[in-house]
């Protein structure tokens, strides 16, 4: 599968396996290796406030127009229903340009890389289609060469971890691929073919197959199943079956797992943390699969990292633990949809799941598109409540304006832009920027259809323009400042003035993290008294992160001249 040499890998794991519980295979082990104790301990800070850039790596910018049409897909597919050129290479130049960093970006996050179906599907509703998106998972060990190579993906990790930014790979155990004309049809053994899911219960919703369009995996299976044909076929006309086969003995040897399919998956989706360093996954479809298996997938994740930064401590950014967030479809704060009212576990209706007892560090908050919709005030104090006190306590959630898949974006025609970018960047908890929202890009593609509209190419003309440079600046400053205070995401919110202007602090005291700021919104132009309260002392040196505009505090007042509509204040120390 990858370029590490078996020995090199049976070695490590030895060495591994000697100094934790991750060792050889006992009752004791597997038992452990499904659900874990809840971890009481609350996220670090550092992902509680995360900036996280979503991308869709097929419209973000195109590096390597040579692998446009690979696998033999042409370009007759609906509008934004085929695959537009954009790769690897391309995301690596933009995080080599800068733009990553000017934005404050802790981590990017990219659709799935993996090789996917080859042809395309007529879908009743949105026309022909291919797997531009990335969720159509043919082979789980290559790189999809629409997207470029294995040496493209090493380059981009290593360019983003060399400017200190995490790569976040979004990861499927939930299905395969649709079926094509050109594409295989999966065994029987790997995947089910009914019931369709009714989404009622959780049989309704879990062992059921999702879309007809997919095959789904067997993920409740236990049963040792043999690989299958063409993936057999594959890997020996690409000269590496026998080194596959070696590291799937070596794998099942060391866990004591079954040979069934989603224990296959976990050991080809962890080795591209083992051999590249991927600092954590986005767990797509995460409420469809037995949720054990996540936890199977967050411990073996989380060991391949460790044994990566002990093979290249030159080349790691730090020693956090593994990272995984996952999309729970319609679940968010404050009881949304189908979350349980007053607690944090999914209701499937006849089983409740909390979905952070299983390896699980954050959710995606699909609440926050319609939260936003309430005032700064109202929505800040609502998620500090959840998250300070309530069931959220210590826990992480990411909130976005705008998906790949959510068909009801905060503002959608983009009216709102720059209130859009203010609700999102400073709000509690981590946020989620998917791309082009930097820039307004448009979500309102005229004869895109269904989700195609909210997946254009990213606009990077937009940001010449004076709007969009505007804009853009806005979110940078607004990124940045967030980057240098995790107390924003992860801090204790407390009101100073709930009239206009709206004032309110944010404090983050733990035993790793000590930050505070205050933040000043809906100010009029020009000199401005910012009530601060008791955050510092008589005499302290603040700044506007905005404006750049500096003042000190006198009887508990911080006065700026020049001062526009938003102040971002912190200490700073001469």
Known sequence: MKTHLLAMLTAAVAVVAACTDYGAPTPANKQRAGKPSPDTQPLDPFWRNATVYFLMTDRFANGDRANDTSLGRKQDADLLRGFEGGDIQGVTEKIRAGYFSLLGVDAI????????????????????TYAYHGYWPRDWTKVDPNFGSEADLAAMIATAHERGIRVLADVIINHAGAPT????????????????CDYKSYAGSVPCELSFTLQDILTESEAP??????LIKAWRNEGRLDREMMELDVFFARTGYPRAPKYYIVKWLTDWVRDYGIDGFRVDTAKHVDPEIWAVLKREASLALKEWKASHPDAKIDDREFYMVGEVFNYGLSGFASAVDGGRAYDYGDRQVDFFDYGFDALSNMAFPTHAQASARILFNQYSDELEDGP????GIINYITSHDDMNPFDPNRSMTFESAAKLMLAPGAVQIYYGDEVGRDLTIEGAKGDATLRSNMDWAQAETSTGAALLSH?????KFRQAHLAIGAGRHSEISASAPYVFSRVLDEAREADRVVIAMDLVPGRAAIP????WPEGAHVRDAYSGVAGVVKDGYVNLSNAGTLALLEEVHY
């Open 109 to 128: 996050w990219t659709t799935p890389l993996i090789e996917n179906s080859h042809g395309s599907v007529v879908e009743k509703e949105w026309g022909k």
């Open 392 to 395: 959220f306590s210590g826990k």
């Open 475 to 479: 979110w940078r400053k607004l990124g």
């Open 181 to 196: 004309p050109v594409d295989p049809v999966w065994p029987e053994t790997w995947v089910r073919r009914g019931p369709t």
């Open 225 to 230: 199943v043999e690989l299958p044909d063409f």
């Open 532 to 535: 601060v309260g008791d955050i």
